[in-house]
């Protein structure tokens, strides 16, 4: 799930740097003075983040503390959010606030009945500070009920600069040109791509940044939504399209075998590691995390990224994805709660994990210098500019069962695509009973 996607292994030591502390906290924070407007009363916060993501925004219910006096204690859920919090409000114990990491899991708690719809305050920033698209991915049917604090860019190709310039190739601007410079990258002795196919994700934003792009935000709203049927056209083109880098053995390291048996974080590895295998790796953002605290790479000179390019004169897509603050009617102290989600709306807030690293913010208003080195700011400042044609990642969107599940649904049949890419059409198919089923529509 998104989880998967998004985490960053960035370390405690470099934490400690980013910030000038003197170690990496996390658990319950006292309350500093008695003279704070929430003074002995406690927020509790349940997320997917552990290590140091958990760390950072550690930082951040830090900083909530010393403004107002409550006391902040994080609950990591691991990756099944809706479970665990579903078991956690039925056991009378339900958090304050949900750091819910899918479209999907938001609505379901929605429809559920479980949210509070955020304050004036929080609404009216964030009317003021974020462009209508992260609105939208927050309201559930005209209510606004999730603040998007955290952002993924989705559509970055981290690349080895020593490696493109070996093969004298510059960063491509079509993906045409994407799939021939692989060719050249390839003819220097190293494979184009890493594809970690393992994690069957990886191939669903393969797919889904092909098809924003070839097929426009319309056609993907509507896929997104299964109010367009995958045996549309459309989406047959797509496959064929990412069938042409699947099937081609030079473009892939190890070819289809190999990338089946590779992991998000071994595809890194294969570009950034000590035995480079690839010149390329498609991912998002967080693919610095990896390159740089496991393999040592400073980002800019060792490992930079390209947009993903535009494919067959469509514009350069920019998929995302994110995690959305959201209060539970059921907390203790769902008060307290929404007095956090307006901390969290604000660029001060967003700021402390900026400066932290492995974080990007929808907030136009947080300051670009806030982010602590150029690639970050280059994919922040890419983020922003894209205003509303940001599109959520489409699998985080869809019923789990088809979206969200190993072994099932569109994973599943993306990783039977990458064995086989030879039949587009079938594949469709395949996918629309999928999602029928999910959708139950």
Not at 392 to 399: G, K, N, R, T, Y
Request: glycine content about 12%; overall charge neutral.
């Amino acid at each position: 799930m998104m989880r998967r996607r998004t985490t960053l292994l960035t370390g405690c030591t470099a934490l400690a740097l980013a910030l000038g502390a003197t170690a990496c906290g996390g658990g319950p924070v006292s309350a500093g003075g008695g003279d704070k407007p929430l003074s002995g009363q406690t927020v509790t916060v349940a997320g997917v983040w552990s290590g140091s993501e958990q760390q950072n925004f550690q930082k951040v219910l830090d900083a909530f503390t010393a403004k107002t006096g409550a006391k902040t204690q994080f609950v990591s859920t691991g990756d099944n959010v809706s479970t665990v919090v579903g078991s956690k409000i039925e056991g009378g114990n339900a958090p304050d606030v949900v750091m819910v990491p899918q479209v999907g899991v938001l609505q379901q708690f929605a429809k559920k009945g479980w949210l509070k719809p955020l304050s004036p305050t929080a609404q009216a920033t964030i009317t003021a500070d974020y462009a209508n698209v992260w609105k939208n991915y927050g309201s559930v049917d005209g209510t606004l009920y999730g603040l998007y604090f955290k952002a993924a860019h989705k559509s970055t190709v981290w690349y080895s600069p020593d490696a493109l310039a070996q093969a004298g190739v510059k960063p491509p601007k079509t993906y045409d040109e994407m799939l021939k410079d692989g060719h050249t990258v390839s003819d220097s002795g190293l494979a184009a791509f890493a594809v970690g196919g393992e994690d069957g994700w990886t191939l669903t934003d393969w797919f889904e940044n092909i098809y924003l792009s070839q097929a426009g935000p319309e056609k993907y709203d509507a896929l997104a939504a299964h109010k367009l049927k995958w045996t549309d056209p459309s989406v047959v083109k797509a496959l064929t399209t990412l069938g042409k880098l699947f099937k081609d053995k030079q473009l892939i390291a190890g070819g289809q075998k190999e990338a089946l048996n590779t992991d998000f974080p071994g595809s890194v590895e294969k570009v950034f590691g000590p035995k480079p295998e690839a010149g390329m790796v498609y991912e998002g953002d967080f693919v610095a995390g990896v390159a740089h605290d496991q393999f040592k790479k400073t980002i800019g000179k060792d490992a930079n990224f390209f947009p993903f390019p535009a494919v067959d004169g469509g514009a350069a897509p920019v998929v995302s994805g994110g995690d959305a603050a959201v209060v539970l009617k059921a907390g203790k102290n769902a008060k307290a709660g929404m007095k956090l989600l307006e901390y969290l709306a604000t660029p001060e807030a967003a700021a402390i994990w900026a400066k932290a690293g492995g974080f990007l913010s929808p907030n136009k208003k947080l300051d670009f210098a806030s982010y602590g080195d150029d690639v970050t700011r280059a994919t922040a400042k890419s983020l922003i500019a894209a205003g509303d044609t940001v599109r959520f990642d489409m699998s985080d969107q869809a019923p789990a069962a088809f979206g969200g599940t190993k072994g099932a649904g569109e994973w599943k049949l993306l990783q039977d695509f990458l064995r086989d890419p030879s039949d587009p059409k079938g594949t469709a198919a395949k996918l629309e009973a999928a999602a029928a089923k999910a959708y139950q529509n």
